[in-house]
């Protein structure tokens, strides 16, 4: 892959390591990422009318109507930022959004160079959700099981106090794996049919472990 101006798709399960892969990639690559997840609870936190419209769907794990997240996702895209190449992290996430996001490419003159799936078996990803603890103030993740912060409950990075995020609590994240396996997971068959190249990646191990296939995917150093 040629690793200059690189526009990737990150598609996964809830909590495959999507945000923790591409927060890396975004460093080795030089590019930014546009985690659709992260602008909303954004949008939450500001308390703006788009906040307001997503908590509903998110606090019940449910996905936001689709023409709120392609209007966000044009948006980022338009951004001058974009033309240097670009992480999609946690989008697409339905057939509507797949085909809004090509109409989106061709009407900015891009390309994806791939798609690239983190795999994670259903009892890994709740383990990891129920360990998940996170940083408000920084965005810094952490996990009790595999990578806690120093000084349990303060972040490393900012000293502010970790959360357990609304949505990783037990009933919300069962849902939040139904809704990926009816919405999101069919959008596997729709990539393997389709010109963009899809990666799938077995997801387990350390994080260092999947990052250095990532890399030698994407050609970044
Ligand atoms: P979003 O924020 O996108 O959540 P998600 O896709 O469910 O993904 P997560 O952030 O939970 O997981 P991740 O894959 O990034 O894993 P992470 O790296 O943090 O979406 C939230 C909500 O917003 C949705 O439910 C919906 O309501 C709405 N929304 C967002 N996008 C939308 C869209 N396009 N359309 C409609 N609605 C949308 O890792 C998880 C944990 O595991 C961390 O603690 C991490 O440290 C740990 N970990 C990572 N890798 C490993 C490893 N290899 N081994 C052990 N632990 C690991």
Not at 34 to 53: C, K, M, N
Not at 79 to 84: A, D, K, T, V
Not at 102 to 112: Q, V, Y
Not at 190 to 209: C, F, I
Request: proline share 5%.
């Amino acid at each position: 892959m040629n690793a200059g101006k690189l526009k990737i798709v990150l598609l996964g399960p809830p909590g495959a390591g999507k945000g923790t892969q591409g927060d890396r990639l975004v460093v080795d690559c030089g590019i930014p990422k546009y985690a659709t997840g992260d602008i909303l609870r954004d949008a939450v936190r500001s308390g703006t009318a788009l906040g307001l419209e997503a908590k509903q769907y998110m606090d019940a794990g449910e996905l936001v109507p689709d023409e709120v997240v392609l209007g966000m996702v044009r948006e980022v895209l338009a951004s001058p930022e974009s033309r240097n190449g670009f992480i999609l992290d946690g989008f697409p996430r339905t057939l509507a959004q797949a085909e809004g996001l090509d109409t989106l490419l061709a009407d900015e003159g891009f390309k994806l160079d791939a798609v690239l799936y983190l795999g994670v078996p259903d009892e890994e990803l709740v383990r990891r959700l129920a360990g998940r603890r996170v940083c408000p103030g920084c965005g810094a993740v952490y996990n009790v099981h595999t990578s806690a912060s120093a000084a349990k409950g303060t972040c490393d990075s900012c000293g502010g106090a970790l959360e357990i995020r609304d949505d990783d609590k037990e009933d919300v994240v069962r849902n939040r794996l139904r809704v990926y396996s009816e919405n999101t997971e069919p959008l596997l068959d729709w990539y393997r049919t389709s010109p963009t190249t899809l990666h799938e990646l077995a997801a387990v191990g350390t994080v260092d472990e999947i990052y250095s296939e990532l890399l030698d995917l994407v050609g970044c150093s």
